[in-house]
């Protein structure tokens, strides 16, 4: 109803609604064969007891228990169930769900669990943008399909029943950690059992990227960290990383783009582009995922990254009239990981000095 007021100064305000992010770096998804049909295909649990009510005492319980087991515990996860006898054959059904859960949103990271087949898994996950560790339990075989998007994990084999879930309990905990802050080893994962492997047996899994858990200094820990199975490879962590970075940067253009009633085609518009990538490649620092800025041995500062685009008077009229800004690029450094320290020394009883 109009004021008084009103008839003399009249406000409209916008209550602008930034876009929303639907990618999740911090969630995971279980994947399995559900025992009887459930009334959702994929949704989400906020606890192992809410699982329960959905699936009873099954192996996507199972697991999820061991999901929210994790220090610190994961907020939610979220479940993609199919029924094996929903489609022509188990691995039709099972494609239909994965793809379903892709498109449900919301996790970053899958975990199949249950009798399900893991090389198709792995084949699925090597195109998106999202990753997938896998339980292996073999120390003489390498994983027979590898990537750079599927991480495996040993299990122990058959005498360790308790490390079932383990890469359950991998991925929960790691990706419990900001992107660019983690390295994917040298963490206690609960609810499981170490291995007691010899230094052969070491060295055969991490040719062939597979991590492991064993006890070092009284401790359990996570080693390996990477993807992939011999040959191709990579840090589970800078893949990670790339995709937040890239969404991250995406996310706030696009909101520039949103927020303004146009973004003009002069030096003006093209730095509030720039301002959005640096701002994005400042927030990856901040996480620790790119480098800080440093200096050379000479004092010569080496940059985290540097960010260049074109200025308004270097594109041709084509260019503008389509409309389509080119010719953004930034380079940045990766801020890695150390894995292994080597320090060397000496004691003597008698000094050098005369």
């Known amino acids: 109803m109009a004021t008084a007021l ?8 916008n209550l602008d609604n930034p876009p929303i992010d639907t990618a999740n770096f911090g969630n995971l998804c279980l994947i399995g064969p559900a025992t009887e049909p459930v009334l959702k295909q994929v949704d989400t649990y906020l606890s192992s007891a809410a699982v329960r009510t959905v699936f009873g005492t099954s192996e996507i319980y199972e697991a999820a228990c061991v999901a929210f087991s994790q220090n610190p515990a994961p907020n939610k996860i979220v479940i993609a169930a199919y029924d094996p006898n929903s489609a022509e054959t188990p691995e039709e059904a099972m494609a239909e769900t994965l ?3 892709l498109n449900y949103g919301g996790w970053y990271g899958i975990c199949p669990v249950g009798a399900i087949d893991m090389d198709a898994v792995a084949g699925w996950i090597a195109d998106k943008e999202r990753i997938a560790i896998l339980p292996h339990d073999s120390i003489e075989a390498a994983p027979t399909a590898t990537n750079g998007r599927c991480g495996y994990i040993y299990t122990g084999g058959e005498e360790f029943l308790a490390n079932k879930y383990i890469h359950v309990a991998y991925m929960a905990k790691f990706l419990s950690y900001r992107p660019g802050s983690e390295a994917w080893e040298n963490k206690t994962l609960n609810s499981m059992k170490a291995c007691p492997l010899t230094g052969g047996d070491m060295e055969d899994l991490e040719e062939a990227n597979v991590s492991y858990y064993i006890t070092v200094a009284g401790r359990n820990i996570v080693r390996g960290g990477k993807t992939g199975g011999e040959g191709e490879r990579e840090w589970i962590d800078v893949v990670r990383f790339r995709d937040w970075l890239k969404n991250d ?3 706030r253009v696009f909101t520039l783009l ?3 009633p146009k973004l003009p085609f002069t ?4 730095n509030m582009v720039r301002n959005q990538m640096e701002a994005s490649l400042q927030r990856g620092q901040e996480y620790g995922g790119v ?3 440093e200096f050379d041995p000479d004092g010569n500062p080496i940059p985290g990254y540097t960010v260049t685009v074109p200025l308004a008077a270097s594109l041709r009229e084509d260019e503008k009239s389509d409309r389509i800004l080119k010719d953004c690029r930034f380079s940045a450094r990766l801020a890695g990981a150390i894995r292994l320290v080597k320090i ?4 003597t009883y008698n000094s050098d000095a005369e």
């Open 6 to 13: 009103d008839n003399i100064v009249q406000v409209d305000i």
């Open 99 to 101: 793809e379903a859960a």
């Open 249 to 251: 940067m995406q996310l």
């Open 258 to 260: 949103l927020s303004n």
């Open 267 to 270: 030096d003006d518009g093209i």
């Open 291 to 293: 480098a800080p800025d």
């Open 344 to 347: 060397y020394g000496e004691l």
